[in-house]
């Protein structure tokens, strides 16, 4: 089952981290309302997680069982190429962090569990450090959880996202938050198991998605709850990375997932599908790439406002991901898939 339309939200997640981290020279930053709204930004990442779990249980829900080899196969065909090109263009730009421990760590993809080094080199990789983490668990999760006990999946799915959000926002109001820059906030931030509430709240979604397939328009609908996503990052004020939004991107993504209206077509269309399929390598080559482009127009052009290099900074990085995406991305996933392991 491909689902097409929702396949665009993903670029549109991955743009609203970029701008996020590009920070305040983005135009974005310059018009009241809009700046508040992506300075919370990073809660894209969360949409990530919630929309991967959802991902895992329609590509899957056709099988009886998952087969362990092949999925963890398939699963490293699909990020870990362009996961180590993102390395490599980081250490271009900072050779002086070559340091074999966090070249390690990253490789390995352990970097979130170690305090305080969840942001070693290429940082975006700390999220993809999560991810390998949901990997691991899902086709046991899948092959003896979620086809036995229906019930139980759902009371235990929402008893963890729900202490969870109570914990956090406890963790960070309460004191125990040391600010920016701290070991608490990479554990507050980055630590995996205060996102398996997201992950797991995805395949929720998912399993609720398939038992119940069927297509509408939803537009309106649809319209509202984005509506009220920013709304909210406006004007509650609670903490929102470790899956909270979850009460508004699981409607959003299940109702995108089965509208049929106006917003389908749009979301449908070959080029904002093909933005979505890029988005992974907008997201793990976004900062060496900007890093190299900055460089190179302060040492060759002497350009050095900030806004004038974000408007160079995300065409740039849209070609380049691309490029990355057709040469490197598609081939060796390809290539991968078809190592047959005995």
């Known amino acids: 089952m491909k689902i097409s339309q929702i396949t665009f939200t993903r670029f549109l997640a991955a743009i609203a981290i970029v701008i996020f981290h590009y920070g305040e020279g983005a135009f974005v930053y ?8 992506f300075a919370k930004a990073n809660i894209g990442v969360s949409y990530f997680f919630i929309l991967s779990g959802f991902i895992m249980i329609v590509a899957y829900h056709s099988k009886e069982k998952i087969n362990y080899i092949d999925f963890y196969r398939n699963r490293v065909a699909r990020i870990y190429p362009l996961y180590v090109i993102g390395l490599i263009l980081y250490l271009f730009t900072r050779s002086q962090e070559t340091a074999f421990f966090p070249i390690v760590a990253y490789l390995s993809g352990v970097q979130s569990w170690l305090p305080g080094k969840a942001l070693i ?3 975006p990789g700390w999220s993809i450090s999560v991810e390998f983490f949901f990997y691991l668990i899902f086709p046991f999760l899948y092959n003896y959880i979620y086809s036995k006990k229906y019930k139980f999946i759902w009371i235990t799915g929402i008893v963890i996202w729900i202490a969870t959000q109570v914990f956090c926002n406890y963790f960070m109001f309460s004191g125990l938050y040391e600010g920016r820059f701290s070991k608490s906030h990479d ?8 996102h398996i509430n997201e992950f797991l709240i995805g395949n929720l979604a998912g399993i609720f998605f398939v038992k119940n397939f069927e297509q509408k328009n939803y537009d309106w609908a649809i319209i509202l709850v984005f509506g009220l996503i920013l709304l909210s990052m406006l004007f509650v004020p609670l903490y929102y990375h470790d899956g909270l939004m979850a009460v508004f991107f699981i409607p959003l993504i299940i109702l995108i997932s089965l509208n049929n209206g106006f917003l389908t077509r749009i979301m449908s269309l070959k080029q904002l599908e093909y933005l979505g399929e890029i988005s992974y390598a907008i997201y ?5 790439v900007l890093f190299i482009l900055r460089s190179f127009l302060w040492d060759y052009f002497r350009i050095y406002d900030k806004t004038v290099i974000f408007s160079i900074y995300i065409p740039v990085l849209i070609i380049i991901s691309g490029i990355f995406y057709q040469l490197i991305e598609k081939p060796c996933r390809d290539y991968l898939k078809k190592i047959k392991f005995r």
């Open 121 to 123: 080199l290429n940082f």
């Open 30 to 37: 310059k018009i009241k309302y809009i700046s508040e709204i």
């Open 284 to 288: 793990i080559v976004h900062i060496p």
């Open 187 to 194: 554990f507050i931030s980055y630590f995996p198991l205060l």
